[in-house]
């Protein structure tokens, strides 16, 4: 039996336990949360003992795995933890909120031989396999230019959360949904950031509701321009509304959040595929990590991809703040 124990115990948390619970060989047996009303309930619906620190639970419970889902400040200090325990990690995103911890964490798992997934659910995603194909096949030619957004009315519901407070949250949108964003574009491309520029907008709060990157990527060689813009100030509700493009010398392939479109020699394709079912793309990932940890299964949500991000998103804030390029410092 392969025992795993979920780490924050809000929505998604419980929601990744219900699933692990629901695959062969898995079994939650034990949650981490410091609200005692939400360990209540966890204990309740699953019927195992839960705890207030993590400390606690490694002290307590032999285990193969765990899942966290706490504030993102919150992940390295547990993620460490775990890996020390010598237990593999599945990590919702963003995977840390600074560049230092990400390698720390990256190398903790590869000395001892251990599997560290991060929950970017797009690589589960049809739409951008699709994407990725199109890219990786040439119809496109040599890609040159990424354009891409993500908006959501975001800080409406999150100004008064842990999400608003960035000694929990470690930043704003770009840090929260806008991480998909960063994510996908270099996974699409299979890229790197080299440098960024970055304007950010707090709006009045706590945290940056608005952020737009103009990023360098780095393609085997090869560097694409690409343009960002994240708000967290949008009109999507409750899902964000995105778009990702991706420009040629011989054509170009877009995605506006519905259709697919594929421009090539004159002609232009378009596809609407059916939206995924984030239950199910979420199943899919908790599946591929305790495949990956079984050594049954190549991971697809490696920590490496993750750190780009991080180190992707720490680059533009420093941009913001000192009004300058920012070298990316992201080799995993």
Same mark, same amino acid.
């Given at each position: ?112 031989? $251990? ?65 998909? $964003? ?116 190549? $991971? ?33």
């Amino acid at each position: 039996m392969f025992r795993v124990a979920g780490i924050g115990l809000g929505s998604l948390g419980v929601l990744e336990c219900r699933l692990l619970n629901e695959l062969d060989g898995v079994r939650v047996v034990a949650g981490v949360d410091p609200v005692d009303e939400v360990r209540e309930r966890f204990g309740d619906e699953f019927d195992v003992p839960t705890y207030e620190t993590t400390e606690e639970l490694l002290d307590a419970e032999f285990l193969d795995a765990v899942t966290i889902a706490s504030p993102h400040t919150k992940h390295f200090d547990q993620a460490l933890a775990a890996l020390d325990a010598d237990l593999h990690v599945h990590l919702e995103k963003p995977m840390v909120t600074d560049l230092g911890g990400a390698r720390a964490l990256v190398d903790r798992a590869e000395e001892r031989g $251990l599997t560290l997934a991060v929950g970017y659910q797009r690589h589960f995603d049809p739409r951008f396999h699709e994407l990725r194909r199109v890219v990786d096949s040439g119809r496109i030619g040599d890609p040159h230019m990424v354009v891409c957004h993500l908006e959501q009315e975001w800080i409406r519901w999150t100004k008064d959360e842990w999400r608003g407070d960035p000694s929990l949250s470690g930043g704003g949108q770009l840090y929260d949904s806008g991480s998909h $964003l960063l994510d996908a574009m270099l996974w699409v491309t299979r890229s790197k950031p080299v440098t960024v520029a970055a304007a950010v907008d707090h709006r009045g709060h706590d945290v940056d509701v608005n952020s737009a990157l103009a990023v360098v990527l780095d393609r085997d060689g090869d560097r694409l321009t690409a343009s960002v813009g994240v708000s967290g100030d949008g009109q999507s509700v409750p899902d964000p509304g995105e778009s990702l493009r991706v420009i040629g010398t011989e054509g170009m392939v877009a995605f506006d959040g519905e259709t697919i479109e594929v421009a090539e020699g004159g002609m232009t394709y378009t596809a609407t595929p059916p939206t995924p079912d984030f239950e199910e793309l979420t199943r899919k990932k908790l599946r591929n990590f305790v495949d990956a940890a079984r050594d049954e299964a190549d $991971l697809a949500i490696p920590a490496e991809d993750a750190l780009r991000v991080t180190a992707l998103t720490e680059a533009a804030y420093e941009s913001a703040t000192t009004g300058r390029r920012v070298n990316v410092d992201g080799d995993a």
